[in-house]
């Protein structure tokens, strides 16, 4: 293979010499937030957990769990009591009233009551219906950043993947990288693509579970906020008119939800707990950021046995593409050969400048000599020794190279720009700098909204819970207050009239035609003239 034997003296010193650009240490273990997490695992008899953040163990998740246990004991207390004082009352006749002396004045005051709890339960619906939906939103514009990092992080190693196989294809008229090489990019490629994919596959999991978890989540508090502010105006109005046997109704439907947002208090205090959790790990893992932790399972750092070979072999190949384009420089386009020689295209004129080597034999960067060109102007500079053809592929004018060579030399140096440019971002990957920014910024930027907005959910549920329940007991009393007296007593006057009218008229003689009589019927309080 033409060049092969030029470029293996040079590629074998740097194979030798440069084994790596870092030394690889094996990750430590570390235990995220153990002092915040350090809570009674339900799954081990309540006994202490002490693993840390690990959102993978379920133990973890019981332990967490049990922060929401005053949310399920009131919401169980709740249901039992309230559900027994319902039979009792149901079983009494409905007949507790409001009787006192002052019957007026309690029927006002529960009344006023009864209108206040009504306004802090809506209120706390009000709260409820924006703090969930701020909450979404902020969940949702976290999970977007961190699969953009992700995808950040799967192209960059995609890209790197791309060129190295482009890498393959490079040739300078019959000068092309040797046979090992290419084997080496390929298992590089695989390596590469396995990491990419377990990445890719990762994100795509915990991004799925996330969306569905939290997107039930908003329809249950939705669903909640709705009915809750029904049922209060709906239970006030049907209170007012004294319509019993609809207030019953509702006053069933109330309990039960009741139940549900104590429930949700719970499960809110157990979101922000995790929350809490997270924020404080991604914390502690930024000074520590080669620990092996379980948040690799949200952006885990790119491999960094993977990323060391990738930087070595993308080096290599840079150096590989010049060598074979300098092979060319010097076996063809710089001397003149005769006219049966292989490589006589009739080239002329000044020699060619060969391209610049970026890096040593130690893989470290070097500055160009003064006779060479640079990937950034070779082009431009190589296009000065670019002849005319024939048909024939002869030059017909001064020049080193024919245009399709000179095409071929260009496609050589973009493809090691291009592995020049892309292969530095694997640095941030190898020393997880793109993971620790990206863990910065959720923590600074993320986490404080995301409390914020969790409080204020709490807060709904808390007015929710407290409001309705407190209107239930009073829609019972208001419900079954004693209808106004009065007009009870306009029924029974109406009554004693009609009866004494009746008696009168039997006992009257019959008027005289000369005569106008007028005849005055009386009763308690009413008198009429006929």
């Not at 002490?50 to 998740?61: E, L, P, V």
Request: charged share 15%; with cysteine; net charge negative.
């Amino acid at each position: 293979m033409a060049g092969q034997q030029n470029l293996e003296p040079w590629r074998n010193d740097v194979v030798v010499e440069a084994e790596a650009p870092g030394p690889w240490n094996e990750p430590t273990e570390l235990v995220l937030t153990e002092d915040r997490t350090c809570r009674p695992d339900i799954l081990r008899g309540f006994k202490r957990y002490h693993d840390g953040w690990n959102i993978t163990s379920r133990h973890y998740w019981a332990s967490v769990g049990y922060t929401g246990a005053a949310g399920f004991i009131l919401a169980f207390i709740w249901f039992i009591s309230f559900g027994l004082a319902l039979v009792v009352y149901h079983c009494c006749g409905w007949k507790i009233h409001i009787v006192d002396k002052g019957t007026r004045r309690s029927q006002r005051t529960c009344l006023i009551l009864l209108i206040v709890f009504t306004c802090a339960a809506a209120v706390g619906c009000i709260l409820l219906s924006v703090g969930q939906d701020n909450f979404h939103g902020e969940v949702f514009h976290t999970l977007k950043y961190v699969v953009n990092q992700s995808d950040y992080t799967v192209d960059t190693l995609r890209n790197v993947t791309n060129y190295l196989s482009l890498a393959k294809t490079i040739r300078v008229a019959q000068v092309f990288l040797p046979s090992d090489v290419m084997d080496e990019i390929d298992k590089l490629t695989v390596d590469l693509n396995t990491a990419a994919n377990t990445l890719t596959e990762k994100t795509s999991e915990n991004d799925t579970k996330i969306r569905k978890v939290f997107d039930a989540v908003r329809s249950t508090l939705i669903v909640v906020a709705a009915v809750m502010l029904i049922l209060t105006f709906v239970g006030l109005l049907l209170s007012i008119l004294g319509y019993q046997h609809a207030i019953h109704i509702f006053i069933v439907t109330g309990w039960l939800l009741v139940s549900v947002t104590f429930i949700l208090c719970g499960v809110f205090i157990i979101f922000d707990n995790v929350i809490s959790d997270t924020c404080m790990a991604m914390e502690e893992w930024v000074d520590h950021p080669h620990a092996e932790t379980a948040l690799s399972s949200i952006l885990p750092c790119v491999d960094q046995r993977t990323t060391n070979q990738t930087l070595v072999q993308s080096k290599q190949v840079i150096t590989d593409i010049v060598n074979v384009v300098n092979q060319f420089i010097y076996t063809y386009a710089n001397i003149n050969p005769s006219v049966d020689a292989t490589n006589y295209y009739n080239q002329s004129g000044p020699s060619i400048p060969p391209l610049c080597y970026p890096f040593d034999a130690q893989l470290h960067e070097r500055d160009c000599a003064v006779n060479e060109v640079s990937m950034t102007n070779a082009s431009s500079v190589w296009r000065n020794y670019m002849c005319n053809v024939s048909d024939s592929g002869i030059c017909t004018t001064v020049g080193r190279v024919t245009p399709q060579i000179y095409e071929q030399l260009v496609g050589a140096v973009t493809e090691s720009f291009a592995l020049e440019y892309y292969t530095p971002p694997l640095l941030s990957l190898q020393n997880c700098d793109f993971v620790r920014d990206t863990f910065q910024n959720i923590t600074s930027r993320y986490c404080p909204p995301l409390i914020h907005h969790l409080k204020i959910v709490n807060a709904g549920l808390g007015l929710i819970s407290v409001g309705v329940l407190l209107c239930l007991v009073l829609w019972i009393l208001y419900a079954n207050r004693p209808q106004r007296e009065e007009a009870f007593a306009i029924k029974e006057k109406f009554k004693i009239f009609k009866n004494s009218v009746r008696n009168s008229s039997k006992n009257l003689p019959p008027p005289s035609s000369n005569n106008t009589a007028s005849i005055v019927l009386r009763s308690p309080n009413m008198a009429t003239e006929v």
